[in-house]
């Protein structure tokens, strides 16, 4: 059964950082397009960041480069979301999407609250 499953989202102040997971499993991780969207209210769903499959090229959103790091390890069938020096605007909730050409996959969320 493919599962994704993230956790790490919470409530931070400005400034501070979180680390996003996402936990793959039920199909071959290591042949799929990782990106981690978010979607907050008022606004469409946005992709933020993105990593190829092999882990050799990142893509960002001009609004998050500088502060956001995406990484996976194969092996584990793990991505990962580095976010740094937070901001109000951050505030949504993020999701992270396996796909491929004729295959995609979605977890269900969790919530980032950048609030002081």
């Known amino acids: 059964q493919v599962q994704l499953v993230e956790s790490g989202g919470g409530l931070v102040q400005p400034g501070g950082s979180l680390r996003l997971s996402c936990a793959a499993s039920?199909?071959?991780?290591?042949?799929?397009?990782m990106r981690w969207y978010r979607q907050t209210p008022g606004k469409e769903r946005e992709s933020v960041a993105v990593?190829?499959?092999?882990?050799?090229?990142?893509t960002y959103t001009d609004s998050v480069k500088g502060r956001f790091t995406i990484s996976r390890d194969n092996a584990k069938n793990t991505a990962l979301l580095q976010i740094n020096n937070l901001k109000p605007e951050d505030t949504a909730v993020y999701y992270c999407?396996?796909?491929?050409?004729?295959?995609?996959?979605w977890g269900q969320g969790t919530q980032v609250t950048v609030s002081s």
């Open positions: 990593i190829s499959p092999t882990g050799g090229t990142t």
């Open positions: 039920g199909f071959t991780f290591s042949a799929y397009y």
């Open positions: 999407n396996a796909g491929r050409e004729l295959a995609g996959y």
